[in-house]
């Protein structure tokens, strides 16, 4: 993958390709899902786990999906920061 | 249907915007400087700005059109709340640190600092406003509608009232107070939906049949109501709808099922029937008529996707294609909006500006959850208003109480209040900043900086009362998706390619700027949904093939970009450091 870093910064680069891969594993999830609501909604009408049927079950899951990769997103750039940098 | 306006929630409403117009005196009483204004120094904590995000981005169509077409078509409204938070993901992984990295105090600095182009710096501040004023219209009408009903004033009076509230609170602190009122806007609307949520889960669900009589409400040539061929009045009005006719079998002869946990509430509604109402209207010589009539249906049917998108179920290419199109303006859109770029700058670093948009996706994904179940609680709450999908949250709290009721409906008037001022807030920025500053070349002191933004924001309070008043007739949820369409298709080609193309050059942005605006801007205009709703003309008439224009703008965006780029690359560029 090409330096993503920013122009006129100090760019952390790692950090960028971290951001960007996380941002690929979320546009297959999301486009996926909405591949199916178009073309596969029986799909999505099933059960699986007996509960709330699948659309539900993948809204909830996209919605929980994005909270858990910005914290990896977050807890992975201050792993490849330097330590005592940029904290609060 | 017509309601009484309660004094506590004129008392809730009044008392939190003097609240908010004090503090936001309190913090403006030192003098102020440029980066004070437009930046607020740089130096909001990030957890603060991270709940800010989520009061500048949670505008009425979040609040009360998602709970409302949750409420009358199902699924499909969550759809919405899957796609205004998905576009956080690019705001967080693509656009907030270089943005924060690059820019000064307006979306224009970031896309310009490479450059020092006052073409970039004109085209950029046009989308902005452009972007923020389509914005703004539909906070505008929403206030004016929520205020004849629950507070009995005219609407164009809470038009007029947001709009001075708003500048008084740009005017004084600028962007200090504009976070300060936006937190407080966020930190209530996530908590209260909280425990509305709980109160709904604690209620369960219970069946209710009502009356399946179909009504009528009918308005004569001279404006009279009428309801059922009789005059409206408080006692013979619309009945309230939203109905659960039967619980699963499981349940037997019982008619509630007592308290209920998240995930079994949704499974219970599912196996249950549940009685939605639609209206079709009519015109004769003694009016327009719109009949309003009950279905009795499946859970399983309101639970799946193909209630409000009818094309979901028809099969058509062209639906379909509108459908799409609409969900990639909503992912690609979100990280393009103006006002919320602008948030990038109150941190004071990069790594700041990560963790308040992780703050943000939180509070913003927590309030998201909680609409399904304010929209589903207020399907089946039996409180329902058939003529108005907007009434479904604030109608949802008054079947609990009406202390509650008060206090949603101040908290609808507050969401409005802290959009509003984020949107004022950057076109306030785009004006001063950078069309009389950069564009017009005009040197002014940072005193002058200060002043000239400030009349800027009055100008633009005064532009947003007028189209508010102007443009009443409006549907709410669709000016927002116009504006996330221009957004992602005007902005996001430019600063991705900006970011991530070494070879872009200042013309393919400005042509990119420009050509993305035009052509979303132009499709709208000549799309179905515009000439059915707007010019009132037949569908048919119109000459595009599905009404949302991202999926074809916002490649054209990068195409445009990518062509002008190369065949301008003569211009000597830096390789970027």
Redesign the interface.
Known sequence: MADNSVPGSEGPGRAARIGFGLFWIYVILYFGFIALVLFRPDILSSRPFGGVNLAIASGLGLIAAALLLSVVYMVACRMVESPGGNRR | MLYESSPVAIAIFASFVLAVVGLSFWLGRKGQSAKGYYAAHGEI??FINGIAFAGDYLSAASFLGICGMIAFHG?DG??Y??GF??G???A???IA??IK??GKFTFADALD??YNSRGIKLSVAISTLVVSIFYLIPQMVGAGDLIVPLLGLPHAVGVILVGIAVTLIVVTAGMVSTTWVQFIKGSLLVFFCGVLTSMILARGLTVNTGSLEPQTRSVTPDGRVLVDGEPQTRDHDLRPVGTLAALPARYGDATTTGPLGP??Y??VL?DSRIVTWSGKKSSDASGTHTVYTPTERAG?DL????GYFKG??TGKLAD?LD??SL?LAL?CGTASLPHILIRYYTV?????A??S??VG??AI?AF??LT?FLGLGAMTSGALDPTSTNMAAPLLAKSFSETLFAVISAIAFTTVLGTVSGLIMAGSGAVAHDLVENVLGIPMNDAEKVRCGKIAAVGLGIVAMALGILFRSFNVSFLVGWAFNIAASANLPALVM???W?RTTKEGIISAVTVGMVASLTWILLSADTFEKVYGLSRDASPVPFSQPGLVTIPLGFIVLIVVSLLTKAQPQGK??
């Open positions: 904590h990030w699924f969550f759809l709340s899957i938070l998905a956080w993901i690019v967080l992984f693509v640190e270089p990295s690059l600092a490479k995930l079994e949704l499974s599912e399983t639970l799946k996707p193909g979901l179920t379909k459908f799409a969900m992912f004071k670093d990069a790594a700041a990560r963790k948009t992780v996706i939180a994904g998201y959850v399904l900006l970011l991530f070494p970027p450091a």
